[in-house]
């Protein structure tokens, strides 16, 4: 497959599957699965495929290295990453004693105070290798950091794992605790803003005297009526001719 479609494809399945079906008419069940023919039916109505669609999704899901998209008994959905609220049908299994998960250096500085929360998924992904994490990672930032998760000791505050592939682990949210993150830099001082400058003369609010209209100074008088005169309209003279 054409590696430009491949990603275009991959994208969208991403979309529809794990954030959006609602927008495009999928009805979604509990466990993330929408109707495959339905879905062709979309790409085919967005102009991502034309013929031959159903063999180029399954092209793409059964060729991937990296699992991400599943389809069973005329069904499809995506393994992990959901935004909404789904209840995935993976067994509870025992993690490897630890597993990783690749952030920026602005989310690790929040992780080692706040631990590691879904961000927006319904749960904490982790990856099973350094390797993998560090590859999740640099889609965010260059220099990723990497987290290690003790998962024994999450496991004994009452938190349960899930498998999604190879590679994926799921999870709810993590203490501080289980996350191992490394000696971070410090975060740089805030920039002081700049002390404003006085106001100069004649301006409002500026207890120092006006200058002279047009005088040296360069300030603007300040004329304040007077009440007891009352409002006084002034007109122009017409040139009797």
């Known amino acids: 497959m054409d590696r430009r479609l491949a990603t275009r494809l991959s994208k969208f399945l991403s979309l529809v599957l794990r954030h959006r079906p609602d927008e495009y008419g999928l009805r979604m069940d509990p466990e993330g699965w929408v109707d495959f023919e339905d879905l062709i039916d979309v790409l085919a109505a967005e102009d991502i495929l034309g013929e031959n669609a159903e063999e180029t999704v399954e092209e793409l899901v059964e060729g991937s290295e990296r699992r991400r998209f599943e389809i069973r008994d005329g069904k499809i959905r995506a ?16 993690p490897p004693e630890t597993l990783f998960h690749g952030t920026t ?3 690790a500085r929040r992780i080692r105070e706040e631990g590691l929360q879904p961000a927006g998924r319904a749960f904490v992904h982790l990856s099973s290798t350094e390797e993998e994490a560090m590859n999740v990672g640099r889609r965010h930032d260059d220099n990723p950091i990497l987290i290690r998760v003790d998962t024994f000791a999450a496991i004994e505050t ?3 794992f899930h498998q999604a592939t190879d590679l994926i682990w799921l999870c709810p949210a993590l203490p ?4 191992e993150v490394p000696e971070l830099p410090e975060a740089p001082p805030r920039p002081e803003r700049p002390a404003r400058p006085a106001p100069g003369p004649g301006v409002v609010g500026d207890p120092r005297p006006a200058g002279p209209a047009g005088g040296g100074g360069g300030g603007v008088e300040i004329v304040t009526p007077d009440p007891s005169q009352g409002f006084q309209r002034r007109t122009r003279k017409k040139n009797r001719r």
């Open 79 to 94: 393994l992990y990453g959901h935004s909404s609220r789904v209840t995935l049908d993976y067994p509870e299994d025992e």
């Open 105 to 107: 250096l602005e989310s």
């Open 158 to 160: 009452g938190l349960k």
């Open 176 to 179: 501080a605790s289980v996350c």
